[in-house]
Structure formats: C-alpha cells, structure tokens
C-alpha cells in the first residue's frame, strides 16, 4: 500500500475519515477490494492537486480522429477538390480558389449554383489494427449540414436531416483491413426544402419564401438548419454543406458518452447533480467519485451499468458548512467557477476520467401582481437579487461557421462586456452556438437567453418533423445545461405573435389548425423535453411572449406584445425615434432598434469605387430590409440635416456616418426610457426590467441594426452602449417643457448625490452657467428620480441661452465629495440638431505611444458633436468615441487589436463631426 503513503493537502486518515462517512455496509463487507480502489482514487486526487495528469479520460475508450483532409465533388462529378473538414463547400472552394470571397460584392447570388448543387464528401482510410479488434466501433459525427446520405464502404448507414443535432452509427464488422471509404452525400438544403413543402400538400405552413428584397430562399421552415442560411433582413443566402468534427470511438465494454451538471438549492444546501451518460458493451459494475477539490468535497458511488445507452444520474450533496462563492452576472459579483472531477474505475478494470466546471447561482423568473398595475411583473432574480438585464440580441457571426474562431468570439463577447452588458439573447433564427461561446458566456458573465431554432414562421408537425426536433432539443439541452450562463430557455422567437397578429394572412376558420399545431410542437414537445431535461431555469415558450398569462389564453395570447405582461419586441422607424412617449413601457424589452451602415472600410473590402454611392445598385443589394435605406435618411431628416458635399465619395462616407449617429441617438434614447421606468408605474405601466436591443453583430459586411461591424469593429452605437449600460447613469429628458433627471443605480448599496447641471453655448467651451440640485438618495438597483427644473428657468437664468444656441450636460456628484462623478456625463439637446447653432469645433489630433495603446489629444475652439474618430483597417477600438467635446483639449486611448505604429494611426485616422457633415 506504498502509495497511500504519500503526504498531500489531506492526510490520508482524513481522507479514510470522510469517505467513511459515505460508507454503506456493504462497502464495510467489500472493504478489502476496496482499499486497492481508494488507493487508485487517493493517487488520482494527489495527480489532481498538482493539476499534473495527462492521461487519456477513459482507459477503454480509443479515438481515431476522421478530421482533416477529405474529398469533395459536386452532384455530376465536373467539379472535384480536397475539403478540409470541418468544414463546408463555400469555404473548401474558395481555400481551393474555385471561387472569390463569397462576401464579395453580389457573389452571394452569383455562388448561388453553390447551394443548388448536391455536393460529396468522401474520405478513404485504413483501419489500425487494434480499432479491428475492438468489440464496438462507432462513427460520430458532431454536427451534419444537413440532408445526406451516409454510406460506409458502399452500405448506407444513415440518413440525416437535422444540422442541430449530433449523429453516431454503429460499424463494427462493416471495417475493413486496408481501405475503408466513408462518403457523405448531401442534397441541396434549397431543393430539400421545396420538396418537403410540396410534399406537405394537406395544407399551407407559411412563409412560403421571404421578401424579394433578401435574395433568399424558400421554405426554410421545413429544414432543420439555421433559418437565416436562407437569407435574413440583415444577412445573405448561403445555405450550404458541410461537416464539423468526425470520429472513430472503439472500445470493449464501456463508453463515457458525456456528463453534464447542474446545481440547485434547497433550504440549507447546495446540491450538484451529475448526468453521466454511458454507452456500454456488456453490463458491469465500478465505482465512482466527484470531487470538488477547492471544496474538498467528494462522495464516492456504486456504478452498476445496464447494457445499452443509458442515464446514470449522481448527486453530490455541499454540506452547509461549506462556503461556497456564487456565480454572478456582469456587474453584479464574481464569476466562479469550481472545477469537478469524476474518477471512476469499473470491475473490468477501465477507468475513466472527467472535469468539468460547477457554478453555484440560482435563476428565478418572477410573474407576480403588481400594485396599480394590471398584469404581471417580468423579470429575472439570480441568487435572490432583482436583474436589470442589459444588452443585445446575437446571431451567427458568420454565413460558414467553420470560420467562427473562438478568438473572433472572445473579441465579440468582451465588446459586449465593455459595453457593460451582462446579457445576450441567442436569438432562434440562427445556431446553438459552439462550446467556445457558452465558456466565454460562463467566464465574463454574461447570461444567456437561450432560442430555440425557431424563427419567424409557421412549421409542420408531421411525424419525421417532430421527431427530429425531439432529437436536437434532447441533445442541445444537454449539451447546454452545465453552463450557468444560460438563464432562460425560449422555445422560438415571434411564432406566438406571429399567429396572434396573423402575419400570414391565415382565414379565422382555419387558425385553431395553427395554434393547435404551435402547441403540438413547442408545449408538447420542445417544452415538455426540457422540462424533463433541466428543471433549474425557466422556459418561456416564445419571445416575445406573455409569459404566464400567454400559457392562461392557451399558449398563444391575443397579445404578445401587451406591456403589463412578458417581453416585447418594438420597432417603429417612421416616427421621430427621439420622441420618448412613443416607447412602449414594457415589463422588459426584449428587442427594439434602428438599422445604420457599417463603416466604408469595412464596406470597401467587398465593393469596387463605382458601388460608393448611398443610392448604387450595390448599396440596395447589402439592404435587406424593404425600404430599409430610406427609413434611415427619414430618420436622419427628422433630427439631423442630410450631408451635403459635392464630392460624391465624401458625400457617401458623410451618410454612412449620419446613418451611425441616428442609430447610436435612437438606441440610446430608447434604452434610457426602459432604464429610467424600472422603479415606477405610470399609467399601470412600467416596472421595466431589462433592455436587449436589436442586434450586437453582424453577419456580413451591410445595413443593419448591429452595434458591431462585420470584422469587430465598434459602430457609434456600441460606444454609446459603453455609457447608456453604465451601472451608474443620469438619464435626462423633457416633459411639458420640465427637465427631469434620473438617477439609474445598478449597484447594491444606496448613495447620497446632487445633479450637477452645465448649460454651454454651442459656441464656447466655457460654460454659460451650471447649478447643483440638492442632494438625493440615489437607491441601490432603482430608478430615482434626482431633480426637475423648467427648462424655460433654466434657460432665462443663463444669459443669452436660447434653445438653439445652448445644449444641456447633467452628472451626479457624491454629495459629501463634490469632485467625485458616479457615471458618465449626459446631456440633453434642446432642440432637433437639424435646428442647433452649431459651430465650427475646428478638432486637431495629435497621437503619442502609450505602453502597448495609443493616446490621441484632441483640441477644438467650440463644442464638437458626435466627434468620431476612424482609423480605417486598423483594427482596435477607443476607449470612448462619438461623444461630445466639451473640453479645449481631451484625450482618448486606442488599443489596437494587431500591431501598429504611431505613423501608421497618424495616416490613417479620420475625424469627422456632425459640423463637418453640414
Ligand atoms: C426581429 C428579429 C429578427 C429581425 C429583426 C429586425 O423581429 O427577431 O427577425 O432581424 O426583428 O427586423
């Protein structure tokens, strides 16, 4: 017993100890089998607190990796290459220079062929010899997009029809000695789509195909692929084919599918419940052990193994004298993680082992009556506490997601957290996302609103249909569980309203048929499986939704969109977006935002000169939201005036910046008003407690309502994000000619402030005059209202101020510290900037190193406005950008994202203000 003898952090009579405890009396009878086990697990536990062990997880269990080079043709062979997989056929032809960026200019129709086309992937491969010998062999495929054939040395072993879904096949005795070929045939997701609504002849599941404006596809309500792959109204058709990860998994007895883990409360403790999902040759009993090293908690298990596939379920119970950390949403704490490890030896001698990750969080959506407000209250407590949720709406980051990289993530979800968001909906017409993306969720904190892959249509309930479905929600919820980032699951998103506001026309006699097949799928299937699957979140069945009151009116409310109840989705482009009393005050909003255009660099990689033209036939391919274009200069009329140079590519880049600053304007404007009605009840309305607007990235270089470019780059809106999400933030508008200034507060503790107000003249960067209100309570996680004033006094009490030629700023200063500001500083404008005397703000620069970033000292002679700074393609952001200059000299840091010099910033950096535009 030489090994038990080694000294580590736990003695071994205390290790005996504890695991006594969990003794039964059988154990006591086994005890000298045993002690060779505890032994085993005792040298494991010493491997783990060095964090040394390298070493494959299951002993019974070889990998033989299929990934990498395959072949690919298309459907009549005229066209043959090497693929790599993972992978899909854009990306293979254009590593093989078959065709350019698909991105590039109109080849999203041009390529188009692509898609249309049936296209092979084939590899041939000997089997080594021990994966022969091997009692089970089983093909794995991580994810298959989407309709093929699978055929292994010429036996179909499958057909697939789901890309949400994982699939695996049994080859024992089908392997050959020396080659083996493995073909994978895929049909055209277009022509498959068709064909299955054709074939669905009994009645229509609309839409049938989407607006012509998209250059899209049909019927992509009858594939089980992503619903944007066949257009969107900010994204291309690219509905193509492809593969990810492919393995041969061979073993002899006993095969650790996947363990997932989640934890709950009860009344004093916390509990870990591990899913351990095995796949097993011949029945066999072990034993295992959790282990919560940062807890030193652990428990060991008798593993009694049927034959089959099957669930075994652990729970390891924290006692109540363990301190356990909690995780936290951004903004809120900490985000800790603990590691876990299951150790497990079976009588046959395998071993296997895992780690995984175990936060402890409660999540809780609240639906109760509120006083003076008919409905109920919406909104998410974790860990007990009232969640403000602060952020944007995702969707895929690319057409091929073989070319979504974890460092393209990273660069995306940290953008989200600086903005100080703690929540992204991954909204239902695209993807699960990869693993990457969950981790990176978990790490910074920012909770999840998990779709399912159901968007904007009407979908069938034939048999084949639904059991598909029943696989992918299967799969995704357990893949998905174990991460606390996910807060919420929601079955689809607008198919409740898209039923109760009749989207598509359905005759009234014929609408008990479509809600009847809306409950089919998303209450007696999707709901119920993840119900079944994860009772530790809520499931809403849609977005927007009515929540309880929606599952009263038998799932699909008259209206989804009531404020008193659920999430709502607003969007209104015709009126002035700076008119506040035209927001819905919602229990939360969910989605809500204006298009704008990404910058000319971004634009200019995909275009030639002759398409740089606000009006150029280019211009209204990358619109895909009809009238779209001119939505935007209709908002721009309403507040801004319309660039006017007679340079023509100045002109153009002046109205993508005017359509940046509109859409930063409206969204702030928006998310201020759902910010500021947290606390309050106005009309029965309000208690607002959460605003996600539309949408944080883009899925191509083109119009949309994204706060991020293509590429990573921050449009106006994400800086203005920076401040509006602020934790601590002033919020000022007018009501009857009556200034009004909030005080929003994330924070836990209370704070004593006064509003500091500062009038200036467009002209001067001295201040006309400023005031400081008395001081006032701003409360912990609320809405206060700080101070109110007339604006008309304001303005008489400020010498030659007019509404035109003076512009409002406002901070909170600590009452006891005056030089100490909580939050940004806001301002209000008086009247329609189309209106404002503005003037020449005359902005120099000046850029100097500053360790690994850049310092960019800015000087003007009169308040600058939308002051926004471009470097081009030189990628990075600035720690603020878009804002008013206030200030004879101010200075903003760069931090680039690849390496650059002062010089090349210097040449490259362009300053535009709304002045300049005029
Ligand atoms: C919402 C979303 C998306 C869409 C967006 C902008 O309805 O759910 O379907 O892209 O509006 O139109």
């Given at each position: ?101 698909p991105y590039y200019r109109f080849n999203d129709v041009l390529y188009r ?96 195909c989407p607006p012509p404006v998209q250059n899209g ?14 257009s969107w109204d900010w994204g291309p058709a ?335 482009y ?20 204006f298009q704008s255009w990404p910058?000319f660099?971004s634009l200019s990689k995909v275009s030639l000169p002759e398409d740089w033209e606000y009006n150029s036939k280019f211009s209204d391919h990358r619109q895909h939201h009809e009238l779209g274009n001119l939505e935007m200069l209709l908002q721009v ?5 319309f660039p006017?140079?007679?340079?023509t590519l100045?002109r153009y880049k002046?109205t993508l910046?005017m359509t ?38 883009d899925i191509w270089q083109g119009a949309s309502w994204s706060?991020?470019?293509f ?208």
């Open positions: 017993m030489k090994c038990c003898e080694a000294t580590g952090e736990m003695t071994h009579a205390r290790w005996e100890r504890q695991l006594t405890r969990h003794m039964t009396e059988a154990w006591f009878l086994q005890r000298m089998a045993a002690l060779a086990l505890v032994c085993w697990l005792w040298t494991s536990l010493l491997l783990f607190c060095g964090a040394q062990a390298v070493r494959p997880e299951q002993t019974d269990v070889q990998v033989l990796s299929l990934n990498g080079k395959w072949s690919l043709r298309n459907g009549n062979g005229s066209l043959s290459l090497s693929a790599a997989v993972p992978g899909c056929v854009h990306t293979a032809l254009q590593a093989a220079e078959f065709i350019q960026d062929w692509i898609s249309l086309d049936n296209w092979t992937y084939s590899l041939s491969f000997s089997a080594p010899p021990w994966i022969r010998t091997t009692k089970r062999v089983v093909l794995l495929f991580e994810e298959v997009d989407t309709i093929s054939t699978i055929t292994f040395n010429g036996v179909v072993i499958e057909t697939t029809d789901n890309m949400f879904r994982s699939y695996e096949f049994e080859l024992s005795g089908l392997l050959k000695k020396d080659v083996n070929l493995l073909e994978v045939a895929f049909v055209s997701a277009i022509t498959y789509a068709s064909q299955a609504s054709q074939a669905h002849s009994s009645y229509k599941v609309p839409p049938d596809e049909c019927h992509v309500n009858f594939i089980r692929k992503s619903q944007s792959s066949f690219f509905p193509t084919q492809g593969l990810k990860g492919v393995q041969l998994q061979a073993f002899n007895f006993i095969r650790l599918q996947s363990l997932t883990t989640s934890t709950s409360r009860d009344s004093s403790s916390w509990i870990v419940d591990v899913d351990l999902f095995f796949d097993v040759v011949m029945e066999t009993a072990g034993r295992a052990l959790l282990f919560l090293p940062d807890l030193n908690v652990f428990q060991d298990f008798q593993l009694l193994l049927k034959e089959g596939q099957s669930k075994t379920s652990l729970v390891l119970l924290i006692p109540a004298n363990v301190s356990v950390d909690l995780w936290w949403p951004n903004g809120h704490g900490h985000q800790v993680q603990y590691r876990l490890f299951l150790e497990a030896r079976l009588d046959t001698g395998a071993t296997f082992h895992r780690e995984a990750r175990v936060a402890f969080r409660t999540v809780e959506l609240v639906q109760e009556t509120i006083p003076s407000s008919p409905g109920l209250s919406f909104y998410f407590k974790v860990n007990g506490r009232p969640i403000f949720l602060k952020g944007s709406n995702w969707i895929p980051a690319h057409s091929f997601q073989d070319l979504v990289t974890p460092d393209m993530l990273r660069n995306l979800l940290q953008s989200a957290v600086d903005a100080n968001m703690n929540i992204l909906r991954v909204w239902g017409g695209g993807v699960y996302e990869q693993e990457a993306f969950y981790h990176l969720c978990d790490e910074l904190g920012l909770m999840v609103w998990q779709d399912f892959m159901f968007a904007c249509a009407l979908y069938s309930i034939e048999k084949d249909f639904i059991q598909t479905v029943r696989y992918e929600v299967t799969q995704q919820v357990q893949r998905l569980k174990s991460h606390p980032s996910i807060i919420v699951w929601s079955g689809n998103n607008e198919n409740e309203a898209a039923i109760a506001t009749n989207w598509f026309s359905i005759p009234d006699d014929k609408r008990t048929r479509y809600v009847k097949d809306y409950v089919t799928l998303y209450v007696d299937n999707v709901k119920a499986i993840v119900e079944q699957e994860d009772r530790t979140r809520p499931f809403l069945v849609s977005s927007p939704t009515n929540g309880l009151e929606s599952e009263k009116e038998g799932f699909v409310a008259h209206d989804p969109y009531d404020v008193h109840y659920g999430d709502t989705h607003f969007y209104s015709v009126k002035d977006c700076l008119d506040w009393n035209q927001f819905p005050r919602t229990r939360l909003a969910s989605e809500y935002g910058s660099s009329a309403l507040n801004y005036r006017n140079n007679t340079d100045q002046d910046y940046q600053v509109m859409q930063a304007e409206c969204v702030k404007k928006q998310t201020e008003f759902y910010r500021r009605s947290r606390s309050e009840i106005i009309d029965g309305k309000g208690h607002t407690m959460g605003a996600l607007y539309w949408q944080l990235n706060s991020i470019e590429g990573g780059k921050w449009k106006m809106l994400h800086y203005l994000a920076v401040e509006f999400f602020s934790p601590v933030l002033p919020v000022g508008f007018e009501e009857n000619g009556t200034l009004k200034i909030y005080g929003i507060s994330d924070l836990s503790t209370n704070l004593t402030l006064r509003v500091k107000v500062t009038v200036y003249q467009w002209s001067s960067l001295t201040p006309a005059c400023s005031s400081l209100s008395e001081e006032r309570v701003l409360i912990e996680n609320a809405a206060t209202l700080m101070m109110q004033c007339l604006i008309s006094d304001l303005l008489r009490d400020c010498g030659k101020c007019s509404r035109s030629s003076c512009l409002i700023t406002f901070d909170l200063h600590d009452s006891s510290n005056p030089t100490q500001r909580h939050g940004p500083t806001n301002h209000l404008f008086l009247t329609s900037l189309r209106d404002a005397e503005l003037h020449k703000p005359n902005i120099t620069a000046f850029i100097q190193h500053d360790g690994n970033d850049f310092l960019v000292t800015l000087k003007c002679d009169a308040v600058g406005v939308f002051v926004w700074l471009d470097v081009g393609d030189i990628a990075g952001r600035f720690d603020s950008n878009g804002f008013l200059l206030l200030t004879l000299k101010r200075t903003v840091h760069f931090f680039p994202w690849t390496t650059t010099s002062v010089e090349e910033l210097s040449e490259n950096l362009h300053i535009t203000s709304l002045h300049d535009v005029y």
